[in-house]
Each structure stands twice: as C-alpha cells, then as structure tokens.
C-alpha cells in the first residue's frame, strides 16, 4: 500500500510526531497546506496529524476541502494535545466536534501527548491559555495549562505504527510491524 502522512500544527509537537511516522513507515510527510488534490489520488493510506486549539482540530478546514478525495481510502488520524489518555469523555467530545459532523470514517484515531512551552506562546496563546486556566476547576488541568508540559516521545507512537502495520500491511523501519525504538 502507498501512504503518506500529511499534518498540520501550530507550535512543533504535531510535525515532529509527523517526522518520526514518516521515518519509522517509510511514508512521506507534508504539511496539509503543501499537498494538493492531484497527490491525494496516489495513496491508499493517508495518517492525518492535527494538534487541537481551543477544542478545533488545526487541519479541520483542510479536512472539509479535501473531504471527497479522502473517500475509499486508509484513513488513521492522531492528535496532539493536552487531554489526559485517561480523559475519555474530553477525547469523545474532540471527536464529535471535529469529525463526526461530516461523517468522516477513519481506520483508527490515536490521542497523542503533546507539548506547551508557555514562553514560546505568542501573547495571544498565551493569553487564551491563562483565561483557560482561570476557569479551569481541576487543579492539576489548571497546573498543566499556567506551567506547560512536554510530554513528547516516540514511544507514543507504538500503537499508531502498529495499528497502520496491521492494517496496512505497511513494513517498518526496523521491519514487518515492528516498533522497536519507539
């Protein structure tokens, strides 16, 4: 099968999750704004990485424009972002704000831990951040979101590069659905 991994982020983290998919299956990775309609029609597997700001996915306007070209295809999504992997509801309610409305049907949804360093915000994120946190009623959410947090490893990426290795048949950088380095 030929994949390709096509992303889009706003500080690092989704495009260096990206990266590293893109080394361990072999695909090539583009930022959403550099792939056009034509290159879509090549590929049979397409992982789709967004980071989440404030509750929309960033590539959430890339997904509605190329919606149509995307049917009939491998679909398997990742997002980077803050929510717990304990915190199933937050992630069910991230899904049905930004997939489930125009019935996108995926393979495989992966929640990636991502990273905030609060000084790399423009003041604008930073701002949005601090309101966030004022309203925020759990102490350790309201921690996470006034300190920051990088919680980015390759080793998040096991179940994605397996599940797309099953699915996909797709062979690995160090073999047939193999995750070792990660």
Request: aromatic fraction near 10%.
């Amino acid at each position: 099968m030929n994949g390709i991994i096509i992303y889009q982020g706003k500080y690092g983290a989704t495009e260096q999750y990206a990266q590293w998919l893109a080394g361990a299956l072999h695909m090539p990775f583009l930022k959403a704004d550099q792939v056009t309609s034509g290159m879509l029609t090549g590929y049979d597997v397409v992982i789709l990485g967004s980071s989440v700001y404030v509750g929309k996915l960033t590539i959430g306007k890339w997904l509605k424009e190329n919606f149509n070209l995307l049917a009939g295809k491998k679909i398997f999504v990742f997002i980077v972002c803050s929510t717990s992997a304990d915190d199933k509801a937050e992630q069910r309610q991230l899904l049905r704000t930004n997939l489930e409305p125009g019935g996108m049907k995926t393979t495989g949804v992966f929640f990636l831990p991502g990273r905030c360093i609060v000084s790399k915000l423009s003041w604008k994120d930073r701002f949005v951040l601090k309101m966030g946190a004022m309203l925020q009623k759990d102490p350790q959410k309201k921690a996470v979101m006034s300190q920051g947090f990088d919680y980015m490893d390759k080793k998040n990426l096991r179940s994605l590069i397996s599940a797309v290795g099953l699915e996909c048949e797709v062979e690995t950088a160090a073999g047939p659905i193999a995750t070792s380095g990660y």
